[in-house]
């Protein structure tokens, strides 16, 4: 069965982590590693926003669409039932 893994298990388990951890607000630290998932898995070429309030549609954009992308593959890299808990 063909599959269309965009991350290893390690690094999807990183995501998952990651945006378990963020609630309303990006920690500044952790913004341009969720830009970079959010081009990855879009297909996106836009640059990052900047980190204030009136781009806050950009990073709500990114998380959903990160999260958009867990909830969907999910059980692609599911082993040993990692990756159960909601994102």
């Known amino acids: 069965m063909a599959t269309n893994k ?4 390690e690094e999807f388990t990183k995501l998952v982590e990651t945006l ?8 500044e630290n952790l913004a341009p590693y969720i830009w970079d998932q959010y081009k990855k898995i ?9 980190y204030c309030s009136s781009s806050a549609a950009h990073w709500r954009k990114a998380v959903d669409v990160c999260r958009g992308y867990i909830n969907e593959h999910r059980n692609e890299y599911r082993s040993d039932g990692e990756h159960t808990a909601a994102v």
Not at 6 to 9: A, I, R
Not at 20 to 27: E, F, K, Q
Not at 42 to 50: A, D, L, V
């Open 6 to 9: 965009l991350f290893t298990n």
């Open 20 to 27: 378990n951890g963020i609630g309303n607000h990006i920690p």
């Open 42 to 50: 879009s297909g996106s070429s836009e640059n990052r926003p900047c």
